[in-house]
C-alpha cells in the first residue's frame, strides 16, 4: 500500500493578484507560523526567544523581527512567531501551537493601501496610531484578521484560510472602488 503524506499548501495561488493604480494585492507564501503562549508570566518566555531566535518578545500592538524570523503581539497572552521553526527551548516557556496551514497572508500595498483598508477595518490607520511595525488583531469586513504595518504603505492582513476567498474579493472591490474615484 503506498504511504499517503499530506502536504501543506497556501489557500490561494501565491503572488500578485490585482494591480490598480500602482496599488497591488499580493497573496504571499506560507510561512511557519507558531503561536506561543507563555501563561501569567512572560519573562521565561522573553529570554528563551531572545536566546534561540533573537527576537525580542514584543508590547502589546507592536510586531518585532524582519522578514526572516518575526514575533507579533497575537492578544493577550498570546505571540506569533512567524518564519522559523521554534526552538525545542521555547517548550519549557511556553506553550506552542502550530498554525502555519490555518491562516492566509495577503499584501495590500501601494498610495490607495490605506484608503482600502479604510473601507473594511475599523483601525485608526493613520501613521500616528498605526505606524511601521504595529500590529492589531481585527475585522477586515466580518471577517477575524490579523493587521501589520509592514511598510509606509503596505500592510499584511492574516485571516483563517477558510477566508481566504472572501478577503482576497472584498480587497480587490474596495480597491476598484477607491481607484474609481480618483478617476472622477
Known sequence: MPELRLIAQNALPQGTVTTL????IEVL???????LM????AGPLAEALMAQHGLALPAPAVSEG??????LWFGRGQYLLAGPAPSPLLTGAATLTDQSDAW?????EGPLARAVL????PLDLRD????????????????????????????????FRSMAETL?????????????RGRL
Open 21 to 24: 493604480a500602482e496599488t497591488r
Open 29 to 35: 507564501p506560507m510561512r511557519r507560523l507558531t503561536v
Open 38 to 41: 507563555p501563561g501569567p508570566d
Open 66 to 71: 524582519d522578514a526572516a524570523a518575526e514575533c
Open 104 to 108: 492566509a497572508s495577503l499584501l495590500l
Open 118 to 121: 479604510a473601507r473594511l477595518c
Open 128 to 159: 500616528a496610531a498605526f505606524g511601521q511595525g504595529a500590529t492589531a488583531r481585527s475585522e477586515i469586513g466580518h471577517m477575524a484578521a490579523s493587521v501589520t504595518r509592514v511598510a509606509p504603505e503596505g500592510f499584511r492582513l492574516m485571516v
Open 168 to 180: 482576497l474579493h472584498e480587497l480587490r472591490t474596495a480597491l476598484e472602488a477607491v481607484a474609481a
